[in-house]
């Protein structure tokens, strides 16, 4: 279950506070989407560390026959305020693109026929997620966001 409060990440999309961690949960997973056929693996991992080095391993491995994404699993993250202003995410989400709080980065959200919805391009949450909301003021009632900005 995705926790509501928003966790602090740093310059490298690494976390600061690391999720709470369940014996049985990995709470992060390495996804690879080949480039040509568009097919998807994912591993889960229970360490951060862990993830980021095997996604860095299949990085080098691969090169651009594949894209390779640390995704977090069960806690949606905030765009770090150090370097994402609200200003910036309003331009974002103009151009189309969203924070997704699993990938930690702005991403495309595509339609997805099968399933009806718009979704992350690369980890493919649904646009109707609470945290995906919560990121992206485009996403808002026009309450929220009367209240947030005034206009
Ligand atoms: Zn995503």
Redesign the pocket.
């Known amino acids: 279950m995705p926790r509501s409060d928003p966790l602090i990440i740093g310059k490298d999309g690494e976390p600061l506070n690391p999720p709470i961690t369940y014996e049985k949960y990995e709470p992060w997973k390495v996804v690879v989407i080949d480039n040509t056929t568009d097919k998807r693996r994912t591993k889960k991992f229970f360490s951060y560390a862990e993830a980021k080095g095997k996604a860095k391993e299949l990085e080098e491995r691969l090169g651009d026959k594949a894209r390779v994404?640390v995704?977090s699993r069960q806690i949606g993250y905030g765009p770090p305020h150090s370097r994402v202003s609200n200003q910036m995410i309003l331009d974002y989400n103009d151009q189309g693109r969203y924070w997704?709080?699993?990938?930690?980065?702005f991403?495309y959200f595509q339609y997805l026929p099968y399933r009806d919805l718009k979704?992350?391009?690369?980890?493919?949450?649904p646009e109707q997620d609470f945290h995906v909301i919560r990121c992206n003021p485009l996403l808002w009632s026009p309450d929220a966001y009367v209240r947030e900005f005034g206009r």
Do not use: D, I, S, T
């Open positions: 994404g995704v997704c709080p699993y990938c930690r980065k991403r979704a992350c391009e690369f980890c493919l949450m």
